[in-house]
Nanobody, 121 residues
């Protein structure tokens, strides 16, 4: 059974940093594209970043967030710096072996349960 488990969310002040982790189990994800999405209350789930060999980012987080992966640990990370109140959301990790697009929720068939990130002003 495939499982993605996020951790690392919490409450932080604007300008602060958080590091999210997503541990995958049930299969080897070294060939999968791994991604982070987020969903704020009343809004649709939106793309944040994905990584295949290099990271690709939404414009809203480019230069502030860094996605990375440790294939040996089957884990993907999201380092979030210079956080803003508008970054407040539930953050989800996702995995897919499909192609060719990777920025829509429908591109992914494995999802974690989400972790809350709250940025206070």
């Amino acid at each position: 059974q495939v499982q993605l488990v996020e951790s690392g969310g919490g409450l932080v002040q604007a300008g602060g940093s958080l590091r999210l982790s997503c541990a995958a189990s049930g299969r080897t994800f070294s060939t999968y594209v791994l991604a982070w999405f987020r969903q704020a209350p009343g809004k649709e789930r939106e793309f944040v970043a994905y990584i295949r060999w290099n990271g690709v980012y939404a414009d809203s987080v480019k230069g502030r967030f860094t996605i990375s992966r440790d294939s040996a640990k089957n884990t993907v990370y999201l380092q979030m710096d210079s956080l803003k109140p508008e970054d407040t959301a539930v953050y989800y990790c996702a995995a897919t072996a499909r192609q060719p697009t990777f920025t829509r929720p429908s591109d992914y068939n494995y999802w974690g349960q989400g972790t809350q990130v709250t940025v206070s002003s």
